[in-house]
């Protein structure tokens, strides 16, 4: 049999890489298209790589075409796949390098062309100078532009989401002034709640980023072949560069164009073993695909790479043989600013109740150590629990130093359903150098149950 991906990045070769395990080389050939320059790269370490934490792209890459290679998969890269014919069970594919077409038979198809960023009408200027940030490619145009002479010294972000605020971070510190853009009145507003929001606004302020909210882009102006500023209502941005953090949309073009369903969210339709309906041996993974909420049971597109491997890793178990099915998610995400750690899983008030839920909430402030041991800092920690059976519904952080990755115990008890009165015994690690005696998540749960209790 032969098996042909499309995409080469996190959900495809997961794939590629399950349905080898499973089937060698004389069982399955497999052959994987990629337009672009890197095959199993993290897309999420992309603004840690261009702000000097991370020192070379390479560290970025978990798998070399290579390495793939070695592995008995035929890796294409710098190939599009234009077409998919599913009458002769075939794809169609650009060589963007040396020119000319392939046809590529298969029995098993995988789309996993992941997302694209979202780019208005008015950021499609001729001019360079203005970068989205999805791919190891975007990532090596921006470094380059940092790096020409003269050097930039004026940075835009426009979108505060979670690339936004990364890449704000990124030019930071590189030395460049920063203005974070963003239409909401409050950063992060598709993530987090307004409470968490003015917070996180505040600390970034105190970081030297300057922030402008409710602003509405109205354009970009160019002159001499690249950017020079951004045009708002409130007057123009001179720029040296343009960073869209606006959000992506799944990369689902080709698919539509061939007759993939698409769901509400605009992403391929599957069912939990990852197949799409209706296509015989026909598979989606990633970014490109709709996904469902454990919580609402509703359709969602939450762009992540831990789910693009875990998607992969389902579909390629399944074409090798094996069964398994990717279970949903839940939203949760974390990032930084400086110093700055934000972190959210499950639903906020405004997706809690568009969903129907009648809620409560708790907030509360405490420190990520014992007060009195050295590095102890204050981290608020928010919890949304359903009004009458007190089920934890989704949490939020706010911190420094070990604050974010407390979101994980967080996710756990959403994951299970667990109720904030039984969260309330659950057996955390204490040390003074790790949490205080009561843990911020304990405290949180305590509160909540408060809550819960005085609304019945």
């Not at 694209?116 to 001729?126: K, L, M, S």
Request: hydrophobic residues 40%; proline residues 5%; charged residues 25%.
């Amino acid at each position: 049999m032969k098996l042909v991906v499309i995409g080469g990045d996190a959900a495809g070769m997961s794939v590629a890489s399950q349905a080898r395990k499973r089937m060698g080389e004389h069982d399955l050939q497999i052959v994987v298209f990629e337009r672009g320059h890197f095959t199993s790269y993290s897309a999420c370490g992309i603004p840690y790589w261009i702000g000097g934490s991370v020192s070379d792209k390479e560290e970025l890459i978990a798998r070399s075409p290579e390495a793939h290679r070695k592995n008995a998969i035929d890796v294409r890269m710098r190939h599009e796949v234009v077409g998919i014919d599913f009458d002769r069970r075939e794809v169609v594919a650009h060589d963007l390098a040396g020119g000319g077409e392939v046809r590529e038979s298969f029995d098993h198809l995988v789309y996993a062309t992941g997302a694209v960023p979202v780019t208005p009408d008015w950021a499609q200027v001729r001019g360079e100078g203005v970068f989205g940030v999805q791919t190891l490619d975007d990532g090596a145009a921006i470094h380059a532009w940092l790096d020409r002479k003269p050097q930039p010294r004026r940075a835009v972000v426009i979108g505060s989401g979670y690339v936004g605020v990364e890449m704000a971070e990124a030019m930071v510190q590189r030395g460049l002034e920063v203005t974070l853009l963003e239409k909401s009145s409050y950063p992060m507003g598709k993530t987090i709640d307004p409470d968490i929001g003015a917070l996180v606004g505040k600390a970034i302020r105190g970081q030297g980023i300057e922030i402008r909210t409710d602003t509405h882009v109205e354009g970009l102006d160019t002159g001499d072949g690249r950017v020079r500023a951004v045009v708002t209502p409130g007057g123009s941005l001179p720029a040296d560069i343009v960073v869209l953090g606006l959000g992506v949309r799944p990369n689902t073009a080709l698919a539509e164009k061939a007759g993939l369903p698409l769901g509400k969210t605009g992403g391929v339709i599957t069912d939990l073993r990852m197949r799409v309906p209706g296509l015989d041996r026909v598979w989606a993974a990633g970014d490109c695909v709709e996904s469902r909420h454990r919580i609402t049971g509703q359709p969602i597109h939450v762009p992540l790479g831990t789910h693009a491997n875990k998607q992969g890793r389902v579909a390629g178990i399944n074409i090798g043989g094996g069964y398994a099915t990717f279970p949903g998610v839940i939203g949760t995400a974390a990032t930084k600013v400086c110093d700055l750690e934000v972190a959210r899983t499950g639903l906020t008030e405004r997706e809690a109740e568009r969903a129907g839920y009648a809620y409560v909430t708790a907030s509360v402030d405490s420190t990520s150590r014992a007060g009195y041991y050295p590095g102890a800092a204050m981290m608020t920690v928010k919890l949304i629990a359903e009004r009458r059976t007190g089920v934890l519904l989704g949490a939020q952080i706010l911190g420094r130093i070990e604050a974010a990755k407390r979101i994980d115990a967080l996710a756990v008890a959403v994951w299970n359903r667990m109720t904030v009165e039984e969260m309330t015994g659950l057996d955390l690690s204490y040390a003074p150098p790790f949490a205080p005696v009561w843990d911020p998540v304990l405290i949180a749960a305590r509160k909540a149950t408060d809550a819960v209790h005085a609304a019945l």
